[in-house]
C-alpha cells in the first residue's frame, strides 16, 4: 500500500507560486512528523522544511526562508508546502517524509531518520 503521495508540481516561471501537498493514506497522518525535501540533479537530496506532529514547531532551510511556508492539518491527513516568489534554483524533485514520533514538537532535517518516503513531485521553475 502506498503510504506517502505527494502532489502540486509542475512549471511556473520565476516568481511565480506553487502549493505542494501530503497525504499518508498508508499511515495514521497524526502520529507523524512531517518533512520536505528536494533533490536537484547531480545534488544530494536536502532537507526544505519540516514540520511537528503539533504543527506547533517549524523548520526551513535558509535559502526559502521567507518566500515558503509549511502546514499541515491533522483533521484532513494533509500537510502543504506553500511556494512563493519561485527561483530557477528551486527546480528539483520534491519529497515528502514521514517519520512516526511521540514527540509533539520535535523537529528532524535528518532525512536518515525518516522511514517512509514518497515519489516526488517535480518542480520546475524557469527564468
Known amino acids: 500500500q502506498v503510504q506517502v503521495v505527494e502532489s502540486g508540481g509542475g512549471l511556473v516561471q520565476a516568481g511565480g507560486s506553487l502549493r505542494l501537498s501530503c497525504t499518508t493514506p498508508?499511515?495514521?497522518?497524526?502520529?507523524?512528523?512531517l518533512a520536505w525535501f528536494r533533490q536537484a540533479p547531480g545534488k544530494e537530496r536536502e532537507v526544505v522544511s519540516c514540520?511537528?506532529?503539533?504543527?506547533?514547531?517549524?523548520y526551513y532551510v535558509d535559502s526559502v526562508k521567507d518566500r515558503f511556508t509549511i502546514s499541515r492539518d491533522n483533521a484532513k491527513n494533509t500537510m502543504y508546502l506553500q511556494m512563493n516568489n519561485l527561483k530557477p534554483d528551486d527546480t528539483a524533485m520534491y519529497y515528502c517524509?514521514?517519520?512516526?514520533?511521540?514527540?509533539?514538537?520535535?523537529?528532524?532535517?535528518?532525512?536518515?531518520?525518516?522511514?517512509?518516503w514518497g515519489q516526488g513531485t517535480q518542480v520546475t521553475v524557469s527564468s
Open positions: 498508508g499511515l495514521t497522518f497524526a502520529d507523524y512528523g
Open positions: 517524509a514521514a517519520r512516526m514520533t511521540e514527540s509533539l514538537t520535535l523537529l528532524v532535517m535528518d532525512r536518515r531518520q525518516y522511514d517512509h
Open positions: 514540520i511537528s506532529r503539533s504543527g506547533v514547531k517549524t
